[in-house]
């Protein structure tokens, strides 16, 4: 099976740099995803990291270190529209299933 | 515009009352899944589809059914509802299943089960 670990909560204030951390256990992989959500609505992509480093887009980044099974999504120059749940998922060795971490609330303080 | 479509949005319904949520995507897209999220435990797939006439199970498959007789449309069945079905369903597509293809996720639908 596959299994992924995020914190429930995060908080930080306006302007700030927040990291929100992700380690799985899968059998197999091909790749960790990053997906925001907004008040029940719908996700929506991130990022995603199949090699090893940092994928930068914007205030956004993601890394990846698939010998610690770990990656992480930076969200610098905090916005509050920032304050969302955040995902991270992973494609396992099926390559068909997807499998989602249960969500890291990000709340943004003014 | 590019999207993908659920309905219906909101549905109360009672125990035992078969129900389908359609599903449609304008992308072309081959890949097509069905997901529920509950409190605290994120999103879990419930099927998925990797083309035409091509589903499998994913994590939680118990009590639902799919098909996929077209490209566009993904609907999920629940022959026989119950209240442990509450949830609210995302059905999502991407253009292939691997390597990795961002997941363009509908707008939900909200279930109620009494």
């Known amino acids: 099976g596959q299994s992924l670990e995020q914190p429930s909560e995060v908080t930080a204030v306006e302007g700030a740099i927040v990291q929100i951390n992700c380690t799985y256990q899968?059998?197999?992989?091909?790749?960790l995803s990053w997906y925001q959500q907004h008040d029940g609505g719908a996700p929506t992509f991130l990022s995603y990291n199949a090699l090893d480093g940092l994928e930068e887009t914007g205030r956004f980044s993601s890394f990846l270190s698939r010998s610690d099974s770990y990656g992480y999504l930076l969200l610098q120059e905090l916005q509050m529209k920032d304050s969302a749940s955040y995902f991270c998922?992973?494609?396992?060795?099926?390559?068909?299933?997807?499998?989602f971490g249960s969500g890291t609330q990000l709340t943004v303080l003014p | 515009e590019a999207q993908v479509t659920q309905n219906p949005r909101y549905l109360i319904t009672v125990t035992g009352k078969k129900l389908t949520v359609t599903c449609s995507q304008n992308?072309?897209?081959?890949?097509m899944s069905w997901y529920r999220q509950d409190p605290g435990l994120g999103l879990r797939q419930i099927y998925y589809s990797m083309n035409v006439e091509v589903t499998d199970k994913g994590d939680v498959p118990e009590g639902y059914k799919v098909s996929r007789k077209e490209k566009r449309n993904f609907p999920l069945i629940l022959e026989s509802p119950s209240p442990n079905q509450t949830s609210l369903y995302f059905c999502a597509s991407s253009q292939r299943a691997f390597p990795q293809e961002t997941q363009y996720f509908g707008p939900g639908t909200r279930l109620l089960v009494l």
């Open positions: 998922a992973v494609r396992p060795g099926s390559a068909r299933q997807l499998t």
């Open positions: 899968t059998s197999g992989f091909y790749g």
């Open positions: 992308m072309n897209h081959e890949y």
